[in-house]
Protein backbone atom coordinates (compact mmCIF):
# COMPACT_ATOMS: atom_id res chain seq x y z
CA UNK A 1 0.00 0.00 0.00
CA UNK A 2 0.26 3.66 0.32
CA UNK A 3 0.64 5.95 3.21
CA UNK A 4 -0.82 5.71 6.41
CA UNK A 5 -2.20 8.56 7.65
CA UNK A 6 -2.41 8.69 11.14
CA UNK A 7 -5.58 11.25 12.82
CA UNK A 8 -5.81 12.46 16.10
CA UNK A 9 -9.04 12.49 18.39
CA UNK A 10 -9.05 16.35 18.08
CA UNK A 11 -7.90 16.51 14.08
CA UNK A 12 -11.28 16.33 12.55
CA UNK A 13 -11.16 18.23 10.09
CA UNK A 14 -11.47 17.14 6.70
CA UNK A 15 -9.05 19.91 5.33
CA UNK A 16 -6.09 18.36 8.13
CA UNK A 17 -2.74 18.48 6.63
CA UNK A 18 -2.06 14.38 7.06
CA UNK A 19 -5.09 13.98 4.54
CA UNK A 20 -3.20 16.65 1.73
CA UNK A 21 -3.04 14.61 -1.30
CA UNK A 22 -4.13 11.97 -0.25
CA UNK A 23 -4.14 8.64 -2.60
CA UNK A 24 -7.72 6.95 -2.11
CA UNK A 25 -6.37 3.76 -4.09
CA UNK A 26 -2.75 3.09 -1.92
CA UNK A 27 -3.56 5.50 1.47
CA UNK A 28 -5.49 4.69 4.03
CA UNK A 29 -6.53 6.63 7.20
CA UNK A 30 -5.95 4.86 10.92
CA UNK A 31 -8.22 6.28 14.09
CA UNK A 32 -7.49 4.69 16.89
CA UNK A 33 -9.41 5.05 20.25
CA UNK A 34 -6.92 4.10 22.88
CA UNK A 35 -7.16 3.91 27.00
CA UNK A 36 -4.34 5.98 27.85
CA UNK A 37 -5.90 9.08 26.01
CA UNK A 38 -8.85 8.46 28.29
CA UNK A 39 -7.03 7.97 31.51
CA UNK A 40 -3.84 10.42 32.07
CA UNK A 41 -6.29 12.34 33.97
CA UNK A 42 -9.64 11.44 35.03
CA UNK A 43 -11.34 13.31 32.00
CA UNK A 44 -15.34 14.39 32.46
CA UNK A 45 -17.87 11.43 31.06
CA UNK A 46 -19.19 13.93 28.51
CA UNK A 47 -15.56 15.10 27.31
CA UNK A 48 -14.91 11.16 26.69
CA UNK A 49 -18.04 10.74 24.86
CA UNK A 50 -17.60 13.93 23.25
CA UNK A 51 -14.25 12.86 21.13
CA UNK A 52 -15.24 9.49 20.71
CA UNK A 53 -18.65 10.00 19.50
CA UNK A 54 -16.80 12.75 17.22
CA UNK A 55 -13.70 10.38 16.15
CA UNK A 56 -17.08 7.90 15.02
CA UNK A 57 -18.83 10.28 12.93
CA UNK A 58 -16.09 11.58 10.98
CA UNK A 59 -14.47 8.35 10.35
CA UNK A 60 -17.77 7.99 8.68
CA UNK A 61 -18.32 10.72 6.90
CA UNK A 62 -14.55 9.50 5.34
CA UNK A 63 -15.40 6.25 3.80
CA UNK A 64 -19.07 7.61 2.85
CA UNK A 65 -16.31 9.50 0.66
CA UNK A 66 -14.77 6.75 -0.17
CA UNK A 67 -11.78 6.42 1.76
CA UNK A 68 -10.07 3.37 3.32
CA UNK A 69 -10.70 3.79 7.13
CA UNK A 70 -9.11 1.99 9.66
CA UNK A 71 -10.59 2.52 13.22
CA UNK A 72 -9.95 0.92 16.14
CA UNK A 73 -12.51 0.84 19.20
CA UNK A 74 -11.55 1.69 22.35
CA UNK A 75 -13.28 -1.90 23.41
CA UNK A 76 -11.61 -3.81 20.66
CA UNK A 77 -9.81 -7.30 22.69
CA UNK A 78 -6.80 -6.10 20.44
CA UNK A 79 -6.25 -3.04 21.95
CA UNK A 80 -3.16 -2.02 23.03
CA UNK A 81 -4.24 1.22 24.61
CA UNK A 82 -1.59 3.11 23.01
CA UNK A 83 -0.66 5.49 20.24
CA UNK A 84 2.34 3.30 19.65
CA UNK A 85 0.98 -0.05 19.91
CA UNK A 86 -1.95 0.67 17.58
CA UNK A 87 0.53 2.33 15.20
CA UNK A 88 2.79 -0.87 15.27
CA UNK A 89 -0.43 -3.55 14.91
CA UNK A 90 -1.22 -1.04 11.60
CA UNK A 91 1.65 -1.44 10.22
CA UNK A 92 1.55 -4.64 10.44
CA UNK A 93 -1.89 -5.12 9.16
CA UNK A 94 -1.27 -2.48 5.82
CA UNK A 95 3.06 -2.75 5.39
CA UNK A 96 2.82 1.48 4.35
CA UNK A 97 5.13 2.64 2.91
CA UNK A 98 5.32 5.84 5.38
CA UNK A 99 3.31 7.01 7.74
CA UNK A 100 1.73 10.53 7.88
CA UNK A 101 0.42 12.89 10.85
CA UNK A 102 -0.25 16.50 11.85
CA UNK A 103 1.57 17.50 14.47
CA UNK A 104 -0.45 17.12 17.88
CA UNK A 105 -1.78 19.46 20.29
CA UNK A 106 0.12 18.33 23.41
CA UNK A 107 3.92 18.36 24.32
CA UNK A 108 3.81 14.90 25.73
CA UNK A 109 2.47 13.79 22.08
CA UNK A 110 5.39 15.13 20.08
CA UNK A 111 7.22 13.38 22.27
CA UNK A 112 6.30 10.15 21.74
CA UNK A 113 5.97 10.85 17.93
CA UNK A 114 9.62 11.30 17.57
CA UNK A 115 10.40 7.66 18.82
CA UNK A 116 7.55 6.18 16.21
CA UNK A 117 10.73 6.03 13.16
CA UNK A 118 12.91 3.81 14.87
CA UNK A 119 10.16 1.84 16.73
CA UNK A 120 7.74 0.92 13.57
CA UNK A 121 11.22 1.20 11.19
CA UNK A 122 9.66 3.70 8.99
CA UNK A 123 9.43 7.09 7.80
CA UNK A 124 7.38 9.41 9.68
CA UNK A 125 6.48 13.01 8.02
CA UNK A 126 4.92 15.22 10.90
CA UNK A 127 3.42 18.09 9.13
CA UNK A 128 2.19 21.52 10.26
CA UNK A 129 -1.27 22.17 11.38
CA UNK A 130 -2.56 25.00 9.19
CA UNK A 131 -6.13 25.08 10.84
CA UNK A 132 -4.56 28.06 13.53
CA UNK A 133 -4.20 31.38 11.54
CA UNK A 134 -0.91 31.75 13.26
CA UNK A 135 1.87 29.11 12.72
CA UNK A 136 4.66 28.10 15.06
CA UNK A 137 7.15 29.25 13.19
CA UNK A 138 5.26 33.11 13.09
CA UNK A 139 4.46 32.82 16.55
CA UNK A 140 8.39 32.14 17.69
CA UNK A 141 9.41 35.23 14.94
CA UNK A 142 6.60 37.57 16.74
CA UNK A 143 8.05 36.61 20.70
CA UNK A 144 11.75 37.05 19.46
CA UNK A 145 13.84 39.43 21.42
CA UNK A 146 10.63 40.20 24.01
CA UNK A 147 10.92 39.90 27.20
CA UNK A 148 7.07 39.91 28.17
CA UNK A 149 4.29 38.94 25.12
CA UNK A 150 1.28 40.58 25.96
CA UNK A 151 -1.73 39.80 23.88
CA UNK A 152 -2.71 43.05 22.74
CA UNK A 153 -0.14 43.40 20.45
CA UNK A 154 -0.04 40.27 19.39
CA UNK A 155 -3.82 40.30 18.64
CA UNK A 156 -3.01 43.86 16.35
CA UNK A 157 -0.68 42.24 14.06
CA UNK A 158 -3.02 38.73 13.58
CA UNK A 159 -6.11 41.48 12.97
CA UNK A 160 -3.60 43.56 10.42
CA UNK A 161 -2.45 39.94 9.27
CA UNK A 162 -6.27 38.23 8.69
CA UNK A 163 -7.71 41.74 7.02
CA UNK A 164 -10.19 40.96 10.29
CA UNK A 165 -12.03 43.88 11.33
CA UNK A 166 -10.17 46.36 9.80
CA UNK A 167 -10.47 49.36 7.69
CA UNK A 168 -7.59 50.09 5.15
CA UNK A 169 -5.11 49.73 8.14
CA UNK A 170 -6.97 50.86 10.73
CA UNK A 171 -9.38 48.98 13.09
CA UNK A 172 -12.83 49.08 12.35
CA UNK A 173 -14.74 51.86 14.48
CA UNK A 174 -11.33 53.44 15.57
CA UNK A 175 -9.93 51.03 17.90
CA UNK A 176 -8.52 47.79 18.62
CA UNK A 177 -10.04 46.70 21.73
CA UNK A 178 -13.97 46.95 22.87
CA UNK A 179 -13.27 45.67 25.93
CA UNK A 180 -14.71 48.43 28.26
CA UNK A 181 -18.20 47.75 26.70
CA UNK A 182 -17.94 44.32 27.77
CA UNK A 183 -18.34 44.64 31.43
CA UNK A 184 -22.02 44.83 32.56
CA UNK A 185 -23.79 42.74 34.65
CA UNK A 186 -26.90 41.24 33.86
CA UNK A 187 -30.44 42.97 34.22
CA UNK A 188 -33.55 41.05 35.22
CA UNK A 189 -35.12 42.26 32.03
CA UNK A 190 -32.38 40.49 29.83
CA UNK A 191 -32.89 37.09 29.46
CA UNK A 192 -30.53 34.44 27.59
CA UNK A 193 -31.78 32.41 24.34
CA UNK A 194 -32.53 28.67 24.49
CA UNK A 195 -29.63 27.23 23.79
CA UNK A 196 -29.56 24.60 20.63
CA UNK A 197 -28.22 21.03 21.83
CA UNK A 198 -28.36 17.83 19.71
CA UNK A 199 -30.19 14.84 20.46
CA UNK A 200 -27.92 11.61 20.57
CA UNK A 201 -28.45 9.16 17.40
CA UNK A 202 -27.46 5.66 17.53
CA UNK A 203 -23.61 5.89 17.37
CA UNK A 204 -24.02 8.74 20.15
CA UNK A 205 -25.93 6.08 22.20
CA UNK A 206 -23.87 3.59 22.00
CA UNK A 207 -20.62 5.40 22.76
CA UNK A 208 -22.15 6.76 25.53
CA UNK A 209 -23.56 3.47 26.90
CA UNK A 210 -19.84 2.34 26.81
CA UNK A 211 -18.51 5.21 28.65
CA UNK A 212 -20.96 4.77 31.20
CA UNK A 213 -19.74 1.03 31.81
CA UNK A 214 -16.03 1.89 31.26
CA UNK A 215 -15.85 5.72 33.40
CA UNK A 216 -18.26 5.32 35.96
CA UNK A 217 -15.79 6.69 38.15
CA UNK A 218 -15.19 9.70 36.17
CA UNK A 219 -16.16 13.58 37.35
CA UNK A 220 -19.41 14.72 35.74
CA UNK A 221 -22.86 13.91 35.24
CA UNK A 222 -22.74 11.87 31.47
CA UNK A 223 -26.38 13.13 30.74
CA UNK A 224 -27.92 15.27 29.52
CA UNK A 225 -24.96 15.43 26.98
CA UNK A 226 -26.08 18.02 23.86
CA UNK A 227 -22.70 18.64 22.35
CA UNK A 228 -22.12 18.70 18.39
CA UNK A 229 -20.20 15.56 16.99
CA UNK A 230 -20.42 16.32 13.63
CA UNK A 231 -19.37 18.96 11.48
CA UNK A 232 -23.22 19.65 9.97
CA UNK A 233 -23.64 19.78 13.78
CA UNK A 234 -21.00 22.52 14.40
CA UNK A 235 -22.18 24.34 12.13
CA UNK A 236 -25.48 24.76 12.85
CA UNK A 237 -24.11 25.84 16.37
CA UNK A 238 -22.02 28.44 15.00
CA UNK A 239 -25.39 29.56 12.96
CA UNK A 240 -27.37 29.26 16.24
CA UNK A 241 -24.73 31.49 18.18
CA UNK A 242 -24.19 34.14 15.73
CA UNK A 243 -27.85 34.66 14.82
CA UNK A 244 -29.22 34.25 18.22
CA UNK A 245 -26.49 35.35 21.11
CA UNK A 246 -23.67 37.39 19.52
CA UNK A 247 -25.76 40.26 19.67
CA UNK A 248 -25.86 40.37 23.47
CA UNK A 249 -22.93 38.44 23.77
CA UNK A 250 -20.31 41.50 24.23
CA UNK A 251 -22.52 43.24 26.76
CA UNK A 252 -22.78 40.27 29.11
CA UNK A 253 -19.41 38.56 28.33
CA UNK A 254 -18.61 38.50 31.83
CA UNK A 255 -21.70 37.99 33.64
CA UNK A 256 -22.41 35.38 35.90
CA UNK A 257 -26.16 34.03 36.78
CA UNK A 258 -27.48 31.19 38.99
CA UNK A 259 -29.06 28.63 36.85
CA UNK A 260 -27.88 29.96 33.74
CA UNK A 261 -24.55 27.92 32.48
CA UNK A 262 -24.20 29.46 28.89
CA UNK A 263 -25.69 32.66 28.59
CA UNK A 264 -24.95 34.26 25.67
CA UNK A 265 -21.42 32.90 25.41
CA UNK A 266 -20.66 30.69 21.90
CA UNK A 267 -20.54 26.99 23.24
CA UNK A 268 -18.15 26.57 20.15
CA UNK A 269 -14.68 25.91 22.03
CA UNK A 270 -15.31 22.06 22.13
CA UNK A 271 -16.00 21.43 18.23
CA UNK A 272 -13.34 24.05 17.58
CA UNK A 273 -11.00 22.26 19.58
CA UNK A 274 -11.59 19.09 17.73
CA UNK A 275 -11.59 20.28 14.61
CA UNK A 276 -15.35 20.09 13.60
CA UNK A 277 -14.87 24.02 12.76
CA UNK A 278 -11.86 26.20 12.06
CA UNK A 279 -10.76 29.23 13.77
CA UNK A 280 -11.16 31.24 10.13
CA UNK A 281 -15.11 30.33 9.42
CA UNK A 282 -15.74 31.12 13.22
CA UNK A 283 -13.92 34.48 12.92
CA UNK A 284 -15.66 35.51 9.94
CA UNK A 285 -19.18 34.52 10.43
CA UNK A 286 -18.98 36.99 13.61
CA UNK A 287 -17.34 39.88 11.14
CA UNK A 288 -20.03 39.07 8.65
CA UNK A 289 -22.80 39.11 11.09
CA UNK A 290 -21.30 42.59 11.68
CA UNK A 291 -21.02 43.88 8.19
CA UNK A 292 -24.77 42.74 7.55
CA UNK A 293 -25.98 45.04 10.57
CA UNK A 294 -27.42 42.29 13.12
CA UNK A 295 -24.57 42.52 15.30
CA UNK A 296 -22.97 45.02 17.36
CA UNK A 297 -18.64 45.94 16.98
CA UNK A 298 -18.29 45.42 20.63
CA UNK A 299 -19.88 41.68 20.12
CA UNK A 300 -18.09 40.47 17.12
CA UNK A 301 -14.68 42.50 18.57
CA UNK A 302 -15.01 40.73 21.87
CA UNK A 303 -15.72 37.59 20.26
CA UNK A 304 -13.00 37.64 17.76
CA UNK A 305 -10.92 38.72 19.98
CA UNK A 306 -11.25 35.40 22.25
CA UNK A 307 -10.34 33.38 18.70
CA UNK A 308 -8.01 35.57 16.74
CA UNK A 309 -5.82 36.87 19.82
CA UNK A 310 -6.18 34.87 22.91
CA UNK A 311 -6.57 31.58 21.49
CA UNK A 312 -4.05 31.54 18.92
CA UNK A 313 -1.62 33.65 21.90
CA UNK A 314 -1.45 30.68 24.19
CA UNK A 315 -0.97 28.35 21.78
CA UNK A 316 1.79 30.33 20.64
CA UNK A 317 3.51 30.42 24.18
CA UNK A 318 2.87 26.43 24.68
CA UNK A 319 4.73 25.56 21.59
CA UNK A 320 7.45 28.50 22.14
CA UNK A 321 8.02 27.63 25.99
CA UNK A 322 7.47 24.09 26.51
CA UNK A 323 8.49 21.59 28.40
CA UNK A 324 10.08 23.93 30.98
CA UNK A 325 7.01 26.59 31.19
CA UNK A 326 5.12 24.18 32.68
CA UNK A 327 7.63 23.26 35.83
CA UNK A 328 7.35 27.26 36.77
CA UNK A 329 5.87 28.48 40.20
CA UNK A 330 6.60 32.16 40.34
CA UNK A 331 4.34 32.48 43.37
CA UNK A 332 5.97 29.59 44.82
CA UNK A 333 2.26 28.21 45.47
CA UNK A 334 2.25 24.88 47.50
CA UNK A 335 -1.85 24.38 48.99
CA UNK A 336 -3.87 21.35 47.96
CA UNK A 337 -6.72 21.89 45.73
CA UNK A 338 -9.60 21.68 47.85
CA UNK A 339 -11.74 18.74 47.66
CA UNK A 340 -14.93 20.90 46.90
CA UNK A 341 -13.76 21.24 43.18
CA UNK A 342 -14.66 17.86 42.80
CA UNK A 343 -17.20 17.22 45.19
CA UNK A 344 -19.32 20.75 44.91
CA UNK A 345 -19.54 20.80 48.56
CA UNK A 346 -19.05 24.21 49.81
CA UNK A 347 -20.74 27.04 51.38
CA UNK A 348 -19.58 29.32 49.16
CA UNK A 349 -22.52 29.71 46.53
CA UNK A 350 -20.43 31.29 43.73
CA UNK A 351 -17.97 27.96 43.71
CA UNK A 352 -20.99 25.54 43.98
CA UNK A 353 -23.07 27.07 41.71
CA UNK A 354 -19.72 26.78 38.80
CA UNK A 355 -18.64 23.63 40.06
CA UNK A 356 -22.54 22.23 39.30
CA UNK A 357 -22.60 24.21 35.73
CA UNK A 358 -19.15 22.20 35.04
CA UNK A 359 -20.30 18.65 36.50
CA UNK A 360 -23.57 19.33 34.76
CA UNK A 361 -22.11 20.25 31.44
CA UNK A 362 -18.29 19.44 31.49
CA UNK A 363 -18.08 23.59 30.54
CA UNK A 364 -18.04 26.72 32.64
CA UNK A 365 -17.82 30.23 30.90
CA UNK A 366 -14.17 32.24 30.95
CA UNK A 367 -15.23 34.31 33.78
CA UNK A 368 -16.51 31.29 35.55
CA UNK A 369 -13.13 30.18 35.68
CA UNK A 370 -10.81 33.02 35.37
CA UNK A 371 -12.57 34.60 38.31
CA UNK A 372 -14.51 31.76 40.10
CA UNK A 373 -12.52 28.91 40.78
CA UNK A 374 -9.34 30.74 39.52
CA UNK A 375 -9.42 33.22 41.28
CA UNK A 376 -10.40 31.19 44.70
CA UNK A 377 -7.19 28.75 43.43
CA UNK A 378 -4.66 31.73 43.15
CA UNK A 379 -5.59 33.49 46.54
CA UNK A 380 -5.45 30.08 48.27
CA UNK A 381 -2.28 29.59 47.10
CA UNK A 382 -2.93 26.29 45.23
CA UNK A 383 0.11 24.34 44.04
CA UNK A 384 -0.07 25.02 39.63
CA UNK A 385 0.04 20.93 38.71
CA UNK A 386 -3.37 20.08 40.80
CA UNK A 387 -5.20 23.01 39.75
CA UNK A 388 -4.18 22.39 36.23
CA UNK A 389 -4.60 18.94 36.19
CA UNK A 390 -8.25 19.87 37.50
CA UNK A 391 -9.32 22.29 34.34
CA UNK A 392 -7.66 19.62 32.03
CA UNK A 393 -10.12 16.89 33.10
CA UNK A 394 -13.28 18.75 33.85
CA UNK A 395 -14.13 20.82 30.87
CA UNK A 396 -15.02 19.08 27.43
CA UNK A 397 -12.91 21.88 25.41
CA UNK A 398 -9.11 21.22 27.89
CA UNK A 399 -6.43 20.45 25.44
CA UNK A 400 -3.04 20.67 27.23
CA UNK A 401 -2.03 23.53 24.31
CA UNK A 402 -5.14 25.68 25.69
CA UNK A 403 -5.86 24.54 28.97
CA UNK A 404 -2.02 24.73 30.41
CA UNK A 405 -1.07 28.41 29.34
CA UNK A 406 -4.63 30.04 30.37
CA UNK A 407 -4.11 28.45 34.00
CA UNK A 408 -0.32 28.25 34.25
CA UNK A 409 -0.18 31.72 33.25
CA UNK A 410 -3.40 33.69 33.27
CA UNK A 411 -5.23 32.30 36.08
CA UNK A 412 -1.88 31.29 38.84
CA UNK A 413 0.54 33.81 37.48
CA UNK A 414 2.59 31.03 37.33
CA UNK A 415 4.65 32.14 34.57
CA UNK A 416 5.82 35.34 36.59
CA UNK A 417 4.03 37.71 34.48
CA UNK A 418 4.85 36.05 30.83
CA UNK A 419 1.88 35.80 29.35
CA UNK A 420 -0.51 38.44 31.66
CA UNK A 421 0.47 41.83 32.87
CA UNK A 422 -0.46 41.30 36.17
CA UNK A 423 -2.52 38.26 38.58
CA UNK A 424 -5.91 38.69 38.07
CA UNK A 425 -6.44 38.66 42.00
CA UNK A 426 -10.18 39.84 43.27
CA UNK A 427 -12.45 39.97 46.33
CA UNK A 428 -15.87 39.18 46.94
CA UNK A 429 -17.11 42.39 45.33
CA UNK A 430 -16.16 41.33 42.17
CA UNK A 431 -18.43 38.24 42.36
CA UNK A 432 -21.35 40.54 43.72
CA UNK A 433 -21.23 43.23 40.82
CA UNK A 434 -20.78 40.54 38.38
CA UNK A 435 -23.29 37.93 39.63
CA UNK A 436 -26.31 37.20 41.44
CA UNK A 437 -24.39 34.36 43.06
CA UNK A 438 -24.13 36.27 46.77
CA UNK A 439 -27.69 36.77 47.16
CA UNK A 440 -27.72 32.95 47.92
CA UNK A 441 -24.53 32.90 49.99
CA UNK A 442 -24.29 32.27 53.83
CA UNK A 443 -21.23 34.81 53.69
CA UNK A 444 -21.21 38.50 52.80
CA UNK A 445 -19.05 40.46 50.49
CA UNK A 446 -19.54 43.63 51.90
CA UNK A 447 -18.34 41.71 55.38
CA UNK A 448 -14.53 42.39 55.55
CA UNK A 449 -13.50 39.74 58.45
CA UNK A 450 -14.83 37.01 60.70
CA UNK A 451 -16.63 34.11 60.41
CA UNK A 452 -19.89 36.14 58.20
CA UNK A 453 -16.88 37.65 55.52
CA UNK A 454 -16.47 36.15 52.17
CA UNK A 455 -13.68 33.88 52.32
CA UNK A 456 -12.74 36.28 49.09
CA UNK A 457 -11.91 39.02 50.87
CA UNK A 458 -9.76 37.91 53.96
CA UNK A 459 -7.53 35.56 51.13
CA UNK A 460 -7.33 38.58 48.77
CA UNK A 461 -5.58 40.39 51.26
CA UNK A 462 -3.65 37.74 52.56
CA UNK A 463 -2.35 36.87 48.99
CA UNK A 464 -0.88 40.35 48.97
CA UNK A 465 0.86 40.01 51.96
CA UNK A 466 2.05 37.06 51.12
CA UNK A 467 3.36 38.06 47.92
CA UNK A 468 4.20 41.67 48.80
CA UNK A 469 8.39 40.72 48.06
CA UNK A 470 6.83 39.39 44.18
CA UNK A 471 3.98 41.99 43.45
CA UNK A 472 4.28 44.87 45.11
CA UNK A 473 6.73 47.01 42.53
CA UNK A 474 3.86 45.60 39.36
CA UNK A 475 2.48 48.94 38.03
CA UNK A 476 -0.69 47.26 37.92
CA UNK A 477 -0.74 46.24 41.18
CA UNK A 478 -0.07 49.80 42.59
CA UNK A 479 -3.58 50.37 43.63
CA UNK A 480 -4.13 47.83 46.25
CA UNK A 481 -0.91 47.82 47.60
CA UNK A 482 -0.93 51.44 48.77
CA UNK A 483 -4.09 50.62 50.40
CA UNK A 484 -2.36 47.54 51.97
CA UNK A 485 0.49 50.37 52.86
CA UNK A 486 -1.33 52.34 54.67
CA UNK A 487 -3.28 49.38 56.72
CA UNK A 488 -2.09 49.14 60.49
CA UNK A 489 -0.27 46.20 61.96
CA UNK A 490 -3.61 45.48 63.96
CA UNK A 491 -5.44 44.99 60.49
CA UNK A 492 -2.60 42.62 58.64
CA UNK A 493 -2.88 40.21 61.68
CA UNK A 494 -6.21 40.31 61.32
CA UNK A 495 -6.43 39.53 57.60
CA UNK A 496 -3.93 36.89 58.26
CA UNK A 497 -6.21 34.99 61.03
CA UNK A 498 -9.43 34.97 59.47
CA UNK A 499 -7.30 33.80 55.70
CA UNK A 500 -5.69 30.73 57.81
CA UNK A 501 -9.08 30.06 59.20
CA UNK A 502 -10.23 29.57 55.98
CA UNK A 503 -7.60 27.47 55.03
CA UNK A 504 -7.85 25.08 57.99
CA UNK A 505 -11.52 25.08 57.12
CA UNK A 506 -10.85 23.64 53.96
CA UNK A 507 -7.93 21.47 55.06
CA UNK A 508 -5.32 23.08 53.01
Known amino acids: MGVLRFIL ?3 LTRSISSLDGLDPEADVVLMVEVAQETTYVGHHKQKIALILSAMRHFAEELRAEGLRVDYVRLDDPDNTGSFGGELARAVERWRPEAIMVTEPGEWRVLEAMQDWRELLGLPVHIRDDARFLCSRAAFARWAEGRKQYRME ?3 REMRRSTGLLMDGEEPAGGQWNFDHDNRKRLPAN ?4 RRVRFEADAMTREVLDLVARRF ?10 GWPVTREQALEALDHFVTDALPLFGDYQDAMKTGE ?10 ALNLGLLTAQEVCAAAEAAWKAGTVPLNAAEGFIRQILGWREYVRGIYWLRMPAYAQTNALEARRNLPWFYWSGETDMNCLA ?15 QRLMVTGNFALLAGVEPRQLEEWYLAVYADAYDWVELPNTHGMVLFADGGLLASKPYAASGA ?3 RMSDYCGGCRYDPA ?19 ENEQRLARNPRMAMPYRTLAGMKPERRDEIRRDAQAVFERLGI
Not at 216 to 225: C, I, M, Q, V
Open 9 to 11: GDQ
Open 153 to 155: FFY
Open 190 to 193: VHPP
Open 216 to 225: AGHFGDLEPF
Open 261 to 270: AFLFHALLSP
Open 353 to 367: QTVADTRRHAYAHHI
Open 430 to 432: YID
Open 447 to 465: VKSGPKACPFNPLYWNFLL
